[in-house]
Each structure stands twice: as C-alpha cells, then as structure tokens.
C-alpha cells in the first residue's frame, strides 16, 4: 500500500514543524539548529512510538529529523526552502512506509529497497549539510570526520539488520569499517574545489560503492563480476558529477 492515512498525517506534521523553523533567523547557529531539530525529533519519537514500536526503527526518522535540518540551514531562497521540505517530508514518509511495512512482513524485499533508498538519501542529506557546515562555518576537521564516522556506521548497520539481525557482531565490524572508510574520505574531500553539493553528491556515490560491496560480502554473495559492475557504474556517476560542477580553484 502506497497511501497509510496515519504515517500521512505524521508526515504533515514533520512538514509543518520543518516549514515553521526554516524561518527563524537563528538557524544557522547551534541553538537555532536545536531548536528546528527538537521539535522534529518529539513529532518522530511519538510517530515512532505510534507506528513502530521499536527503537532501531524509530532511529531512521530521527535520523531524518537531524540530517533534513542541516542542509536547510544552508537554503536561503523561499522558493527552495518549500521545495526542500516537500522533499525532506516526502522522505520522512517513506521512511516510515517502508518501517511499517517491515514491521508485519520483514522478508518483503520491496520494503526493504525503499528503506534502503531513504537510508542514501538522509547520507546524502547529511553528506551535502556537513560539508557545507565544514566549508562556511570552519568545524574543525577532526570533529567533522568523527561525525562521518560515527553517523554513517549507525546508518550502515541499521540497514544491514534489515537484512539479517543474526550476526550483529560481523554487521557491526563491516558498518565501522564502512564508516571509518567514509571519515578518512571525507579528510580527502576536504581539499576538493567544489561546493557542498557536488561534495556530497561524490561521498554518497562512494558510500554506496562501500555499502553495497559490504552488504553483498556480508550476505556471502560477493563476486569480482558483480564488484567490478559496481565500480564502473559508481565511476561513470562520479565522472558526470565532476565533469558538470563548477570548480572552484584557488591559485
């Protein structure tokens, strides 16, 4: 089912709370950050406490309610600040669709790529916000590639328990392997001359790479075949990126 009345209802919620904050002066500080994200992360834990009833899933829409602020307070413009919402909600919903959906049938592979697909999304997400956060404001790199590290681990192995909640020790092994390879990453990506937006765009492309090669090793279905298919593909994506951003470089 594609319409839940309920997890609609919830959504609009997170879009009204999300809408209402990206108008406060404050939010490109911390206290105003906290302040759009708090209210965001009372609509989730409720919603989650409605709907899911348990606390790895209700990590995805908190995880949202972090990662959808973060960019936001890099958007200036009225028109793409309503757009990003819309986008940000729509993500929240599917989110949602697919937890609720694995909650009474967890083999459905359906709901399984959805979720998967909101998991990159909210990296994408977070990928652009840090890295516009580190380019504007100067967070200490140090303190920015702990946070890669750490975020991107817990979403790595929330969608690897999608999968399989048997060995919990060897999914945790290859999700900090995931997100350290991310963090260590990111201290490359921040000498690349681009913007935000085309930086995280490369790190999500490669975070995919990293994830899917791990999900497969870790389901037992790694081949050179399927690796090499991956990488070309996950290349040619870079490449189109690079060749269509502007780059900015400092001579």
Do not use: C
Not at 49 to 71: E, Q, Y
Not at 74 to 103: E, M, P
Not at 166 to 178: M, T
Not at 191 to 216: E, K, N, Q, R
Request: charged share 10%; proline share 3%; net charge positive.
């Amino acid at each position: 089912m594609i319409f839940e009345p309920r997890i609609f209802l919830w959504a609009l919620a997170f879009a009204g709370t999300l809408y209402y904050g990206s108008y406060s002066e404050r939010l490109l500080s911390f206290s105003g950050y906290l302040s759009i994200v708090f209210p965001l992360l009372i609509v989730s834990a409720l919603a989650g406490h409605k709907l899911l009833r348990r606390a790895v899933r209700i990590f995805v829409p908190i995880l949202i309610a972090f990662v959808v602020p973060l960019l936001l307070s890099l958007i200036d413009s009225t028109i793409n600040i309503i757009l990003f919402v819309i986008i940000g909600s729509s993500l929240y919903y599917a989110a949602f669709l697919s937890l609720y959906r694995l909650k009474s049938a967890p083999e459905d592979q359906t709901a399984q790529a959805l979720l998967h697909g909101t998991l990159m999304a909210s990296a994408l997400f977070f990928f652009a916000g840090i890295t516009g956060l580190y380019i504007n404001f100067t967070l200490p790199l140090s303190l920015t590639m702990l946070l890669v590290m750490v975020v991107i681990s817990l979403i790595t192995f929330v969608s690897f328990l999608t999968v399989s909640q048997e060995d919990k020790h060897k999914n945790f092994l290859y999700s900090f392997l995931v997100g350290f390879l991310m963090g260590e990453l990111f201290f490359v990506a921040s000498f690349w001359p681009f913007g935000y937006l085309t930086t995280g765009s490369v790190l999500t492309s490669m975070y995919y790479l990293f994830w899917v090669i791990a999900l497969d090793s870790f389901q037992d279905t790694l081949s050179l075949r399927r690796a090499v298919e991956r990488i070309s593909l996950v290349f040619i994506l870079v490449l189109l990126v690079l060749i269509t951003s502007p780059w900015k470089v400092v001579l």
